[in-house]
């Protein structure tokens, strides 16, 4: 669905937003694309639509170019984002129903998917109120309904759940399962939200410093980074030089009064027996947890620097 090619872009002051990314999304594919803020996630997704071009390099998305065929790839994207127009004279039906038109549906089309959009977001009730007269949450899910009518091929959606409370966060999730389930609609999600992303997402890429550092699906990340067990052993301070030689595993991380180790399963395993009683002798608190996309995360940002 789309493929990027050695794409950069450089900005007139030199800022370098994106540099050498190559990467691809598969049809029917639910991506989730994260990394600090200034990583370049924002420019990318901009140069994917069309609304940033790039300095160098290619987009195709549905085996058409970016950079030859704008106007034809607008057809099959829908784009949400933080900063979309804000139509607040208009009622919440209008802004649904005349997003659909815009995108080429016939008006008994329009009514129709507006109608279940409405439904699927709960906006029954502010149906005939004008954006003015709606919190910024409520706001957001007309935003978000607009986003799905039409039944792009594609839809980018960025930050979709901010400002969004559990319930609707959840209902988001749940209506982007059934459109990727019933119509293959591919989606491309940038988040700061982690655990929501490991619950939706198929595949990751992230980013650090303008790069895609990784991509790939969320087991094959884990397998990547040893991610099987995080074991964290907390002592007094003074212990930790003493617990780290004892311990003496190959990687382990020391900070102040605290011991990480990243472990598989099957290192776990062999290892436990062999652990425990040394964080006894020091008299340590120890906690035992699976590794999450959160922490592949923080491995992959912060590196690794093991004792």
């Given at each position: ?17 994106n540099i ?9 594919d639910?991506?989730?694309?994260i990394g600090?803020?200034?990583?370049g996630k924002t420019t ?5 639509v069309?609304?940033?071009?790039p300095?160098?390099?290619?987009i195709?998305v ?6 030859n ?25 209008e802004?649904?129903y ?13 009514v129709e998917?507006?109608d ?12 005939n109120?004008?954006?003015t ?5 409520q706001?957001k899910?007309?935003?978000?309904a607009s986003?799905f ?10 930050e979709?759940t ?8 959840y209902k988001?999730?749940?209506?982007i399962k ?12 940038v ?11 198929r ?8 790069k895609?550092?990784?991509?790939g ?8 980074y ?7 052993i907390r ?11 004892e ?7 020391k ?24 964080v006894?002798?020091y008299?340590?608190?120890v906690n035992i947890y699976?590794?999450s ?12 620097l093991?004792v």
């Amino acid at each position: 669905m789309i493929k990027i090619n050695t794409l950069n872009k450089t900005y007139k002051n030199g800022t370098k937003a994106n540099i050498d990314i190559n990467f691809s999304v598969s049809k029917g594919d639910i991506l989730g694309l994260i990394g600090p803020n200034g990583s370049g996630k924002t420019t990318l997704v901009r140069q994917i639509v069309g609304l940033t071009k790039p300095t160098s390099g290619d987009i195709m998305v549905a085996g058409m170019s970016v950079l030859n065929s704008r106007n034809k790839i607008k057809e099959k994207i829908a784009f949400f984002n933080q900063k979309s127009a804000m139509l607040e004279a208009h009622t919440v039906f209008e802004v649904i129903y005349f997003t659909g038109i815009y995108r080429g549906l016939s008006r008994h089309e329009a009514v129709e998917q507006c109608d279940k959009l409405i439904e699927y977001f709960g906006l029954k009730s502010q149906l005939n109120q004008r954006l003015t007269n709606l919190s910024g949450g409520q706001i957001k899910l007309v935003m978000l309904a607009s986003t799905f009518i039409g039944i792009s091929d594609l839809i980018i959606l960025d930050e979709p759940t901010n400002d969004l409370d559990p319930v609707n966060r959840y209902k988001l999730w749940e209506i982007i399962k059934k459109y990727n389930r019933e119509y293959n609609t591919t989606f491309l999600i940038v988040s700061h939200n982690l655990i929501e992303l490991e619950l939706i997402a198929r595949t990751i890429a992230i980013m650090k410093d303008g790069k895609i550092i990784d991509h790939g699906d969320i087991q094959s990340l884990k397998s990547r980074y040893n991610s099987g067990y995080r074991i964290r052993i907390r002592c007094e301070y003074e212990y930790v030089d003493d617990l780290t030689k004892e311990l003496s595993i190959e990687r382990m991380k020391k900070n102040q009064n605290e011991v990480t180790l990243d472990l598989t399963e099957e290192e776990l395993e062999k290892l436990v027996n062999y652990i425990l009683p040394i964080v006894t002798k020091y008299n340590a608190d120890v906690n035992i947890y699976r590794m999450s996309l959160n922490n592949i995360y923080q491995i992959i940002q912060e590196g690794e620097l093991y004792v």
